[in-house]
Nanobody, 119 residues
């Protein structure tokens, strides 16, 4: 059974940090590109960051560049999102996604973890 289990969310104050984790099982993790997508209340999904299967290439949406860092440990089947200098606008449910070609077949999602940034 394919599973992606996110953890590490919570409520923090502006300027603080959180580290999200996503543990994968049921598929060959090292063959998949991994992404983090977030969705705030009342808004559509927003892509946040991606890392390729080998961990050699990363990308970020402009609003998190310089604050967030994505990484992965293929030996632990885990992808991370280090979030620093959090802002209220980062408040959302964060989902991890695993994808490889063909994406219509190999596209998996976690259940999400809530991140709330508020003073």
């Amino acid at each position: 059974e394919v599973q992606l289990v996110e953890s590490g969310g919570g409520m923090v104050q502006p300027g603080e940090s959180l580290r999200l984790s996503c543990v994968a099982s049921g598929f060959t993790f090292s063959e998949y590109d991994m992404s983090w997508i977030r969705q705030a209340d009342g808004k559509g999904p927003e892509w946040v960051s991606s890392i390729n299967s080998g961990g050699t290439s990363t990308n970020y949406t402009d609003s998190v560049k310089g604050r967030f860092a994505v990484s992965r440990d293929n030996a632990k089947n885990t992808v991370y999102l280090q979030m620093n200098s959090l802002k209220p606008e980062d408040t959302a449910v964060y989902y991890c996604n695993a994808r490889r070609w063909p994406a219509v077949v190999y596209d998996y999602w976690g259940q999400g973890t809530q991140v709330t940034v508020s003073s």
